[in-house]
């Protein structure tokens, strides 16, 4: 009676019923890679914090409602957004990654960290005009600026590889949006460059010999 | 026939290939410098190993290839990022050859040269990359004329993990091999810090945490439950970008790709999302001259050399900043 409509990174994503409503069910399968114990606390670990997470985060953005949690089946059922991803229109309309930028700054003025801000976690309902944000399995409570700025950083690494056509103005879009609700833009965006400076993301420092 | 020289030295390894335009390996002769156990590579000493072995091993690599130095077409070498000291060995002996024997000079980026080579010997077309290389821990695709970075790791490399706990256990660097069969004895997984940021990774805590683990723990124990953490996080950014990307092809390319462990749990993300794990014979996966040989042909291909007085090293140099014309 379920259907698979998507097989994301860390789960597979079942349309059904629950009630009289249509729901979404989140199912964290087995890893045949993974050692077992592994295996079995972070799918443990990310069912319960995605459940909380999408709940904390209603207050400042629209998540899906949770409609069931089972912490022994790896499952969340949540209510199912019927629309589209951020992801199949961005392309047409650069100018949706203010959208993006809103959603995060909002997020982040609850001291929310998404953890995996791509463009396949917005999803629009056209007809309630709503943008919905999910995914929260790498969500967790922090004010500090570079936990932000790593966010940040995510949705720059992303859109760079998945939209490289228009990944300047759907960044400068997004940034917008995100200053626009946030404030806290100035102080992050210095710590964006820090992390991309340090260590691995060290810049070009060629030199002749 | 083109034919073209290429020569690595980057860190451990001084190592020349000579190879031709039909990507026929002609020759790959490699010489490593091994510290003493319990120690990390010593720039200065490596470099002077790689200064004392250069000569025979470039002449090695052309008579095993029966040509000399009037037949090349051009000289290719590992321009960075790497270890200073080391990286100037390299340059400084095919800058002597391209200007002695006046041919083109072509600086290539290390880490390019691991993928190109990976891609000519597995047959990839548009892959899904896993960079594992001492240098980079990194997940890429080619966008537009550039390797593109999808995730990668915000402080250690895989291999500088890898090494870093074979030191405190008294082994001498690169230590993969050796904590890899330490680990095929372990059984008991110990818990540790699974640090997977979106698509990049952290590896500091999984070190701090073994390290502390020492006493109460075998090694084995440790060695095992470090590898099945550390490969379990990279296969999960490989799988976040396989659904995001949708490539039929997942290229492993590097020194930590000889793995054995690590490739079966590959194998397994591949199968899941329908792709093809594209792995590279163990001689290549690591770091040869022939990464760099067959990058320069790439290049000499579209056309682009530079002076012997512009030859350059960069220690640090990112790979989304290296242009790759062919692959746009
Ligand atoms: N509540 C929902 N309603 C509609 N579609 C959803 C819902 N939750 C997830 N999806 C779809 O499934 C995809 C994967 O779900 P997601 O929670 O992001 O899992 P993963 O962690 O595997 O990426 C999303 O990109 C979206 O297209
Ligand atoms: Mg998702």
């Known amino acids: 009676m379920e259907k698979l409509i998507a097989r994301g990174a860390e789960a597979d994503i079942y349309l059904g019923r629950w ?17 077992e114990e592994l295996d079995k606390k972070i799918r443990r670990q990310r069912t319960v914090r995605e459940a909380r997470m999408l709940r904390a985060a209603r207050s400042a953005v629209d998540t899906p409602h949770v409609l ?38 909002r997020l982040h003025m609850l ?21 919905y944000l999910v995914d ?8 500090r600026k570079e936990d932000m700025a790593v966010d940040l950083h995510l949705v720059k690494e992303v859109v760079y590889v998945q939209h490289p056509t228009s990944f300047k103005e759907i960044m400068s879009g997004f940034y917008d949006g995100y200053m626009s609700v946030s404030g806290k833009m100035a102080g992050i965006v210095k710590k964006i460059d820090e992390i991309e400076r340090r260590g691995r993301y060290a810049r070009n420092r060629s030199f002749l010999f | 026939m083109t034919l073209g020289l290429g020569i690595e030295s980057t860190a451990h390894t001084f190592s020349a290939s000579v190879i031709d335009d039909s990507g026929k390996i002609r020759s790959n002769v490699k010489s490593v410098y091994r510290p003493p156990s319990g120690s990390g590579i010593h720039p200065r000493e490596a470099s002077r190993h790689h200064a004392e072995v250069a000569p025979s091993v470039v002449l090695s690599a052309l008579k095993e290839s029966s040509i000399n130095y009037r037949e090349l077409d051009f000289i290719a070498y590992s321009a960075g990022p790497g270890l200073g000291p080391c990286l100037r060995v390299g340059a400084t002996i095919s800058r002597f050859i391209a200007a002695y024997y006046d041919k083109p000079l072509i600086p290539v980026h290390h880490g390019v040269g691991h993928i190109e080579l990976g891609s000519l010997l597995t047959d990839a077309n548009d892959p899904l990359v896993l960079l594992l290389s001492g240098g980079h821990t990194m997940v890429l695709a080619a966008v537009n004329g550039r390797w593109r970075v999808f995730g990668e790791t915000l402080d250690l490399t895989l291999g500088q993990l890898i090494d870093q706990f074979g030191r405190t256990i008294g082994l001498a660097s690169p230590a993969g091999p050796t904590v890899e069969k330490i680990a095929e004895k372990g059984s008991k997984y110990v818990d540790m810090p699974y640090a997977v940021k979106g698509n990049d990774l952290s590896f500091s805590g999984l070190l701090t945490s073994v390290k502390r683990k020492m006493p109460e723990e075998i090694q084995e124990n440790l060695a095992f439950s470090l590898q099945e953490t550390a490969f379990a996080m990279l296969s999960e950014v490989a799988e976040r970008a396989l659904a995001l990307l949708h490539k039929k092809e997942l290229l492993v390319v590097g020194g930590v790709a000889a793995n054995a462990r690590l490739r079966q749990m590959l194998e397994l993300v591949s199968d899941r999302h329908g792709c093809k794990l594209k792995d590279v014979p ?18 000499f291909k579209s056309g682009y050399s530079v002076k012997p007085e512009k030859a350059f090293v960069s220690q640090s140099w990112r790979i989304d900043e290296v242009d790759v014309p062919w692959r746009s």
Not at chain 1, 68 to 89: A, F
Not at chain 1, 119 to 125: I, K
């Open chain 1, 136 to 143: 929260f399995g790498l969500s967790y409570i922090s004010s």
């Open chain 2, 282 to 299: 163990a001689e290549y996966a690591g770091d040869c001259g022939a990464q760099i040989a067959w990058t320069g042909w790439l290049y």
């Open chain 1, 19 to 35: 009630g009289p409503l249509s729901a979404i069910y989140k199912v964290r399968t087995a890893k045949q890679y993974m050692a």
């Open chain 1, 68 to 105: 069931y949690v089972s912490q022994k089946k790896y499952t969340i059922v949540m209510e199912y957004i019927n629309g589209k991803r951020m992801l199949d229109i961005i392309d047409k309309s650069p100018s949706q990654g203010k959208v993006m930028g809103e959603i995060l700054g």
């Open chain 1, 111 to 131: 001291n929310i960290i998404h953890g995996d801000p791509n463009t396949a976690n917005f999803l629009f309902d056209s007809k309630k005009n709503k943008w």
